[in-house]
């Protein structure tokens, strides 16, 4: 890289020593130093991009390769959210699977918790599974093409049925204090090509926040008017949709009022989490307050 950056230098010289010599005019002169000057630096600064895509992509595949494993082969590239993983294709079956990797093995455990509490309400989700993978806590979902993306604006054109969707989100967040179930980004709800709306990445349910970080789990319902802050994307969400169809939040209710307590205990006891009781307590708690909230405005 030296020679090649001298020799670059020296044909500039050359050049412009040359060009001065024949028509002795310094203006053009220093014209054609420039232009020289201009390859030169975008030579260099063109080497020193290179250098560091590649110093960067060796930082990524050291840092990732704790997190490969014999069973699946990691697509690179392939990471959404704050937390390390990608799209995993099975070596043996060949399907795809979304994994990512928790530093605190809860909340791993939390999130899968959340999608089978959100299934049984009549949510559609990703079904997100706790694994141990290379003896680090991981939750697993399987790859779903059909899924794509929301934005804002696109929750203002949802059908009636959607709405009913959406109604069922609003009280299950509730109960699982899930700040996050739209998304700072409306990012976490996707529709499916046959329009079903989903819900995923669950991590930020319960006593966790979306990074890891732990927040208070107890009986009360305060996310029912935090979760209608317009400030917010699942303000802007909710608020809309229900202003449209009132029905749509009584519909979610009814989800709330359907679910099996003995189903759901299980759930809890099932889930790896030492304070699943305490948990299961305050969730009940929390069912109790929504439907009472909702009978005293009837």
């Known amino acids: 890289m030296a020679t090649i950056l001298i020799g670059l230098l020296s044909v500039k010289i050359m050049m412009v020593s040359s060009f001065l010599h024949i028509s002795g005019i310094l203006e053009w ?3 054609l130093f420039g232009i020289m000057d201009g390859i030169v630096h975008r030579v260099v600064s063109g080497t020193r991009k290179q250098s560091r895509a590649l ?3 060796e930082r990524l595949m050291l840092k990732f390769r ?4 014999e069973e699946y082969e990691l697509q690179g590239g392939s990471q959404y959210g704050s937390n390390p993983g990608g799209i995993h294709v099975h070596k043996s079956t060949g399907e795809k699977h979304y994994i990512k990797y928790y530093k605190n093995g809860d909340q791993a455990k939390v999130e899968a918790l959340t999608g089978k509490i959100y299934k049984h309400m009549g949510i559609h989700t990703l079904e997100p599974e706790h694994k141990t993978i290379n003896g680090k806590d991981a939750v697993s979902t ?3 093409e059909h899924l794509h993306t929301m934005h804002g604006r696109d929750f203002e054109k949802l059908n009636p049925e959607q709405h ?3 109604g069922k989100m609003y009280h299950a967040a509730i109960l699982t204090k899930n700040w996050d179930i739209v998304g700072l980004e409306h990012d976490n709800i996707m529709k499916h090509s046959n329009g079903n709306l989903h819900a995923i990445d669950h991590g ?5 926040r979306a990074r890891g970080s732990s927040k208070d789990y107890g009986p009360d319902i305060a996310e029912h008017k935090s979760l209608r802050n317009a400030d917010n994307a699942s303000g802007h969400v ?8 009132p029905e749509a939040e009584r519909h979610g209710l009814e989800a709330v009022k359907k679910i099996d307590d003995n189903h759901v205990h299980k759930l809890f006891k099932e889930s790896g989490l030492s304070n ?4 299961h307590k305050n969730f009940m708690a929390r069912k109790k307050a929504l439907i009472d909230h909702y009978e005293k405005k009837t």
């Open 29 to 31: 002169g220093m014209i």
């Open 55 to 57: 110093f960067i992509e």
């Open 66 to 69: 704790q997190y490969m494993s």
């Open 142 to 144: 399987k790859w779903n």
């Open 164 to 166: 009913k969707q959406i």
């Open 204 to 208: 930020g349910s319960f006593h966790f």
């Open 238 to 245: 909710f608020n809309h949709v229900f202003k449209k169809d």
């Open 276 to 279: 699943h009781e305490e948990l």
